[in-house]
């Protein structure tokens, strides 16, 4: 189907991706294109709650809300902390395409492991040892959001050490990274490294803050979340000012549910900020995927990760339709 048969958002597309995600066979992707894209009020998402790949994760819940890492090494982090990075990788999987909430058991005792990682200050720390992580802090806060918890304390208290840990320019970095150090087993269990404000920010780090504040529907409207934004989207197809994303090529390397930061997570969050399709920069990014679109309607993106699902690409391309018909208003 070519573009002078299409409408509303899928108008700047060369082929509509709607009928190949209808058809995909896969219930989850089918029921939020029919609720997200074609606004079927009749959808109900709690029946993906009981499909058997989500049954399965579940069974593996351990008695303390977590998810236990299969691979444990003492290379850099101690287990319990890998084990905080195996739940935020289940926990992208139960919300992002399952939309678990916290109306479910599973769900609040997963909230109440990631909140008890939560510092005084603040942030949730562990990842990275003792130090500083904005970008897990933010990842497992977006998800903690969606999940239903936008008005618990201790979300808020999440973003007020967010914000105050910004950089001069008024956006992210890792500051290990700032000071130039690297991550090492015995970095890892030393004192806390305090960042080095005037170095620059990373699209890598910021990119996944913002989609936090994407998340948060009164956050999504602050004028710092803004000015992060207008960071982020100068930096498109460039590379970072570190290190961990030393090549523009990152930028198309995808992975879903998002993890770091890459072309289509950073123009869903700058989508929830108020940028408009116009804007030249975000145009530029919008032309990348519409340049690169099968003649299926899915796009043939270069997964860095996909945990194993033979529908990646489906769901990447349902992403990239929710930030189409965001951008159409």
Not at 28 to 36: D, E, M, S
Not at 195 to 206: C, E
Not at 273 to 292: H, R, T, V, Y
Request: aromatic share 12%; charged share 25%; glycine share 6%.
């Amino acid at each position: 189907m070519t573009e002078d048969h299409l409408s509303g958002w899928r108008s700047v597309l060369k082929y509509d991706p709607v009928p190949s995600l209808l058809n995909s066979g896969n219930e989850a992707i089918v029921a939020q294109t029919k609720q997200q894209l074609l606004d079927d009020v009749t959808v109900d998402p709690r029946r993906m709650w009981t499909r058997p790949v989500v049954l399965r994760l579940l069974r593996k819940q351990t008695g303390n809300g977590s998810w236990r890492y299969a691979r444990r090494t003492a290379r850099v982090r101690m287990a319990e902390d890998y084990d905080q990075i195996e739940t935020y990788r289940v926990l992208r999987e139960l919300v992002e395409k399952y939309g678990l909430t916290n109306q479910h058991g599973s769900m609040v005792r997963a909230a109440e492991f990631v909140f008890g990682r939560q510092t005084e200050a603040g942030d949730i720390r562990g990842i990275y040892g003792t130090q500083y992580t904005p970008n897990y802090t933010a990842g497992l806060l977006e998800l903690l959001i969606k999940a239903g918890y936008q008005d618990d304390w201790r979300v808020e208290k999440c973003f007020r050490w967010l914000l105050e840990y910004r950089q001069e320019d008024g956006a992210w970095a890792i500051p290990l990274r700032t000071v130039g150090a690297k991550f090492t087993r015995k970095l890892m269990t030393t004192r806390t490294i305090e960042p080095m404000r005037s170095r620059p920010s990373s699209w890598l780090v910021t990119g996944v803050v913002l989609r936090a504040f994407a998340a948060h529907p009164r956050y999504r409207s602050s004028p710092e979340a803004r000015a992060a934004g207008d960071f982020l989207k100068t930096m498109l197809f460039k590379k970072d000012n570190y290190r961990d994303r030393g090549s523009p090529n990152y930028w198309t390397s995808f992975t879903y549910p998002f993890w770091f930061t890459d072309l289509l997570s950073a123009m869903d969050s700058l989508s929830f900020l108020g940028f408009e399709k116009d804007d030249p920069q975000i145009s530029n990014g919008l032309a990348w995927f519409m340049e690169n679109q099968r003649k299926d309607g899915t796009w043939g993106l270069r997964q860095l990760r996909s945990g194993g699902d033979t529908d990646v690409q489906l769901w990447s391309a349902l992403a990239i339709c929710r930030v189409l018909k965001r951008l159409d208003r």
